[in-house]
């Protein structure tokens, strides 16, 4: 390898690291917003219906939170 391929590898993984760092932090903002405007709107539905939808967008934003942590975590890492 050559000198130019080393930089550009190098440019391309801080391009791709940040990526996944604003895709992770966009998915648990993401979550954030979801649980919000949910227990919002939940309040005035019955209460096995408010229960039921409760649960059911808590573990989608489960998945919403881990999947953006999943990123974060890849972003940190540095390819050899």
């Known amino acids: 390898m050559n000198e130019g391929e080393l930089t550009m590898t190098a440019e391309r993984t801080v391009t791709s690291r940040a990526a996944w760092g604003i895709g992770g ?6 979550g954030g917003v979801l649980i919000w405007i949910t227990q919002t709107r939940a309040a005035g539905l019955p209460e096995d ?6 649960l059911g967008i808590r573990a989608v934003t489960f998945v919403f939170v881990g999947g ?7 972003a940190q890492k540095q390819q050899t």
């Open 68 to 74: 953006g942590a999943w990123c974060l975590v890849r």
């Open 49 to 54: 219906l408010s229960l039921m939808a409760s």
């Open 25 to 30: 932090i966009a998915l648990i903002v993401l």
